[in-house]
T-cell receptor
Framework: GAGVSQSPSNKVTEKGKDVELRCDPI?????LYWYRQSLGQGLEFLIY????????KSGLPSDRFSAERTGGSVSTLTIQRTQQEDSAVYLC?????????????FGPGTRLTVL | GNSVTQMEGPVTLSEEAFLTINCTYT??????LFWYVQYPGEGLQLLLK?????DKGSNKGFEATYRKETTSFHLEKGSVQVSDSAVYFC?????????????FGQGTILTVHP
């Protein structure tokens, strides 16, 4: 079946603009995650959804970052007033139930460049 | 808190050499352990996993054994190929109050020369 998909694949924006990143998880997966990959910080967890609720938002770096998930499926990550330090690859992953033993399947990522 | 430490890279090997990438972890409870691989220009994909102590994960000739006594999950392959050139990430999922998140090591770049 189809894997995790993300759009856009690349996004270039100017400092101060808002951006929206989209994630389509694997059908039937109830758990969805956002991570960020950057040279200086490696792979960082941002937020976890179980269904439409987000029990763990502990990784969001500031209140400029928000995310939502609707219908237990598609998720959007919004970054307001982008800063240059937000430049990174944003990865989405999904897993069947969010259990400790579940495999998380990753999408190809959105490369965000803030000029 | 939870953490994963991988051996520093990059690692450069000749084809058919033996590979070890060390990974140690700190976690509360009984985490699951994973190795993910990122080939050039591609996304992260699971290589193997182990969900309890003494389990051995294996895939594509790679193996790793979950050692609770040494809190380790070292990745090994007996004979590497050029196509194994990639970045390898060790990760853990602690469960419990850590909910769904994976905690990753810093990644190890492997380059295999013909």
């Amino acid at each position: 079946g189809a894997g995790v998909s993300q759009s856009p694949s690349n996004k270039v924006t100017e400092k101060g603009k808002d951006v929206e990143l989209r994630c389509d998880p694997i059908s039937g997966h109830t758990a969805l995650y956002w991570y960020r990959q950057s040279l200086g910080q490696g792979l960082e967890f941002l937020i976890y959804f179980q269904g439409n609720s987000a029990p763990d938002k502990s990784g969001l770096p500031s209140d400029r970052f928000s995310a939502e998930r609707t219908g237990g499926s598609v998720s959007t990550l919004t970054i307001q007033r982008t800063q240059q330090e937000d430049s990174a690859v944003y990865l989405c992953a999904s897993s069947l139930e969010g259990l400790r033993t579940d495999t998380q399947y990753f999408g190809p990522g959105t490369r965000l460049t803030v000029l | 808190g939870n953490s994963v430490t991988q051996m520093e890279g990059p690692v450069t090997l000749s084809e058919e050499a033996f590979l070890t990438i060390n990974c140690t972890y700190t976690a509360t409870g009984y985490p699951s352990l994973f190795w993910y691989v990122q080939y050039p220009g591609e996304g992260l994909q699971l290589l193997l996993k182990a969900t309890k102590a003494d389990d051995k994960g294996s895939n594509k000739g790679f193996e790793a054994t979950y050692r609770k006594e040494t809190t380790s999950f070292h990745l090994e392959k007996g004979s590497v190929q050029v196509s194994d050139s990639a970045v390898y990430f060790c990760a853990l999922h602690a469960g419990g109050t850590s909910y769904g998140k994976l905690t990753f090591g810093q990644g190890t770049i492997l380059t295999v020369h013909p």
